[in-house]
């Protein structure tokens, strides 16, 4: 069988063409509704518990999610659900207690620097708005290379120019419509999107489970070692106690704090509907990642079942291990189908560009320009600015996503750079809103503790035997512990003497 | 402990618990989405919290 035989014809191009022309209808149509910043930035805080919860799932639930995740269930089998479970319970215990979400929405801010201003003024804002964007546009440069090689899998198509250029158009649609209708037109089509792709999410799971028969899932191939197919704390599953300690304090923080995502909870109508739209998300989380890694567990399964594609996946030239779950879709599903399955997830793919390009344009515009300008700026050159953020971000990503490749893992990337804003961010945020002796110096020491993060993407960290003090996961383990102590130290060595005006105001 | 039976349940519910969260947003986003349209054209409300 040839590793890249697809069943992806002329109908699935044409469906797939179709339907990526609709989000830039959308955004020509919704530009009427953009009046105001707050209408752009945060859909003048409208929005209601079920298209919340469609467009925080929308936003949360892209293709380099389903491409990461499917990867950790091809690589790690059963044992990759626990990053689920973990996720899961962070959202829910977010969405019960309404912890930061529901003071944050309270207190009506559009990005969570502008909370650094409030509380611990204005040089913590643009300290705290410098490391956000950092964090956040590095966080999102593997995005194109991600798509591209999904698009590579379940299309057969290998022309690495036309695979840049098929990005690149892509991205372009993207910057329109985000740049055109805001968060309104970012609302709809997530919501379009919301509806595509979980029903065929839910559709291509029943292909795969078929594929491949339910109780192979449960039975570890012959190639990999019983244990660690189920068992995350199991030597050789590749996880490990300190990897699943990371995952608790990586996503708890991001539930709370990862901008795109609090985005949705800033918009809520009301504090309330920001609580609620985590309880109800947390099923969402769950399915964003266990539904993945159950492609990437089945994929796995029929290669281990198929000598030519086990071939192809081992060995010094094996294919990168992040085709396994598109190359196997495009076996699996029948076309018409497939092309269903491939929209949905180009879809996805630019409905998470359009929240994060927002997301970070706002951030800069609202954190990092505008509190340097002491005269102010109108609203209308902020939503210019923003705007000009948008199309500058997108030109950076097309460079640096076509053409940097990174030398670590797709999710060890993502966790890492996440980690040089969530460390800081998470720590500022919770002591901020909840221990009053927190001071600016706390805050700046906890911020500039994130960037230690970086390390985790090291030469140092790849390999066999790497020590573990030098492994991605205890420096990320570690870059929230300094952080946290970095807070506290330096809020009680160095307390704010007086409120200052600024605070006070 | 019973590794099989965990990941069993856990996806069983995934899947059925997806599922029924689909429909319900389906449903409600509809309306939702008027209302967001409605309230965009309208002047804001300052008691709307």
């Known amino acids: ?505 | 402990m019973n590794w099989e039976l965990l990941w069993k349940a856990v996806l069983i519910f995934t899947l059925s618990g997806y599922s029924l969260l689909v429909i319900i947003v389906i449903i409600g986003g509809v309306g939702n989405i008027v209302d967001m349209l409605r309230d965009l054209t309208n002047p804001p409300d300052p008691d709307q919290e």
């Open chain 1, 1 to 505: 069988m040839d590793v890249f035989a697809t069943n992806f014809q002329t109908i699935d191009w044409v469906i797939v063409c179709v339907y990526i022309c609709i989000p830039v209808a959308i955004g020509i149509f919704v530009k009427k509704y953009i009046r105001q910043l707050s209408d752009f930035i945060v859909a003048g805080r409208s929005l209601r518990l079920f298209i919340a919860i469609a467009t925080l799932t929308g936003t949360e639930l892209g293709l380099v999610t389903v491409m990461y995740n499917s990867e950790l269930g091809f690589l790690h089998g059963l044992s990759a659900f626990h990053v689920g479970i973990i996720e899961v319970f962070c959202i829910l215990a977010i969405g019960l207690t309404g912890f930061i979400v529901y003071k944050l929405r309270q207190m009506r801010v559009m990005t969570i620097p502008e909370f650094y201003q409030m509380r611990f003024g204005r040089n913590v804002r643009i300290v705290g708005g410098i490391i956000l964007a950092l964090g956040g546009i590095l966080n999102m440069g593997l995005f194109l290379q991600a798509g591209a090689r999904f698009m590579m899998g379940v299309t057969g198509y290998s022309n690495p120019a036309g695979l840049k250029i098929f990005m690149s158009v892509m991205l372009i649609m993207v910057l329109v419509y985000t740049v055109l209708g805001g968060m309104v037109s970012v609302v709809l089509n997530d919501f379009m999107q919301f509806v595509v792709l979980s029903i065929g999410m839910l559709i291509g799971s029943f292909f795969a489970i078929s594929k491949v028969g339910w109780a192979n899932i449960f039975q570890a191939p012959p190639t990999v070692n019983s244990a660690s197919w189920f068992n995350p704390i199991s030597e050789g599953s590749g996880f490990g106690s300190i990897y699943v300690i990371f995952m608790v304090v990586l996503t708890f923080s991001a539930g709370a704090l990862w901008q795109s995502g609090t985005l949705r909870a800033l918009s809520a109508k009301t504090p309330r509907v920001a609580k609620q739209l985590y309880a109800w998300s947390s099923v969402s989380y769950l399915a964003r990642r266990v539904i993945p890694m159950l492609w990437g567990i089945c994929a796995f399964v029929f290669v281990s079942q198929t000598p030519r594609l086990l071939e192809a996946f081992q060995g010094p030239d094996a294919l990168n291990s992040q085709f396994g779950m598109p190359v196997f879709m495009a076996k699996v599903l029948p076309s018409g189908f497939l092309g269903l399955i491939a929209a949905g997830m180009f879809a996805a793919f630019m409905s998470t560009h359009d929240s994060y390009l927002l997301s970070w344009s706002s951030v800069i515009t609202q954190d990092i320009i505008a509190p340097l300008k002491k005269n102010g700026i109108s609203d209308k050159s902020r939503l210019l600015i923003t705007r000009i953020c948008i199309v500058t971000i997108g030109l950076f990503l097309l460079i640096w996503g076509l053409w940097f490749e990174a030398p670590v893992s797709l999710w060890n990337y993502m966790a890492v750079t996440g980690t040089i804003y969530l460390a800081g961010a998470f720590t500022v945020v919770t002591a901020g809103l909840y221990w009053k002796k927190a001071s600016r110096t706390g805050a700046k020491i906890a911020l500039y503790a994130g960037l230690l993060a970086i390390m985790g993407i090291g030469p140092w960290t790849r390999g066999e035997n790497v020590p573990f003090y030098l492994s991605d996961k205890f420096i990320g383990v570690m870059t929230f512990a300094v952080a946290f102590l970095g807070m506290i130290f330096g809020s009680l060595l160095f307390p704010d003497k007086t409120g200052s005006e600024e605070v006070k105001r």
